[in-house]
C-alpha cells in the first residue's frame, strides 16, 4: 500500500474521472428534464468539483480504509454518473491515494479534506462524500456495508430506500 498520495492512482484512461480531460456527460435524463448539477468542495476551496444528477445509492461504509480517511466512525457516500464528474476549482484534479488495488480516493492535498472514491471495477460510478456536496439534498444513507465493523457506540438510522417499494395488501394502511 503506498505511503505517500501520487498525483495520480495509476495512469488515467480516457473518460475516467481521474483523467484531465474528461468525457462530455452522456447520461440521458428523462424527457423534458435536465440533470440536476451539484457542486462540492474542499474545506480550503482549493479543490471543487461537479456532478450530475440524482445521488445514486447513498449509504454508510464503515470499513477499516472510510473510517481512517474520516477519522469518525462511518464515511457517507452518494454516488454519481462517473463520466459527469468536472473538477472545477482552482487546486484542479485532486491528489489521489489507492486504498486498495482497485479502489482510488480522490483528497485534498492542501486541508486533507476528502471527496471522492473511483472503484476500477464499478468505472461507470463515483463516489462522494456526502459532506464535501454543497447541496445534500437525497443523500440520506439508504445502506449501510460494514455495519458490524461500526464501534458499538455509534448508533445510524438509514433512510427507507426510494427503490423497495414492495405493494402494499390491500386495505393495509
Known amino acids: 500500500m503506498n505511503h505517500t498520495a501520487p498525483a495520480s492512482p495509476q495512469p488515467a484512461k ?3 474521472p481521474r483523467s484531465e480531460a474528461v468525457a462530455p456527460v452522456t447520461t440521458a435524463p428523462a424527457a423534458g428534464q435536465v440533470a440536476a448539477i451539484r457542486t462540492g468542495h474542499c474545506q480550503c476551496g482549493d479543490i471543487a468539483y461537479h456532478v450530475a444528477g440524482d445521488p445514486i445509492d447513498p449509504h454508510l461504509c464503515a470499513c477499516p480504509h472510510d ?27 485532486s491528489a489521489w491515494f489507492s486504498t486498495w488495488p482497485t479502489l482510488h480516493r480522490g483528497f485534498c492535498a492542501r486541508c486533507g479534506t476528502n471527496l471522492v472514491s473511483v472503484d476500477d471495477t464499478a468505472p461507470d460510478i463515483v463516489m462522494v462524500t456526502a459532506g464535501s456536496l454543497t447541496d445534500q439534498t437525497g443523500t440520506e444513507p439508504v445502506g449501510h456495508s460494514y455495519r458490524e465493523q461500526t464501534p458499538p457506540w455509534a448508533a445510524f438510522t438509514l433512510a427507507p430506500d426510494p427503490t423497495d417499494q414492495a405493494p402494499q395488501p390491500s386495505g393495509a394502511a
Do not use: D, K, Y
Open 14 to 16: 480516457p473518460g475516467h
Open 67 to 93: 473510517r481512517r480517511i474520516s477519522g469518525g466512525p462511518a464515511v457517507l457516500w452518494a454516488g454519481f454518473p462517473a463520466n459527469s464528474l468536472r473538477w472545477t476549482g482552482p487546486g484542479g484534479q
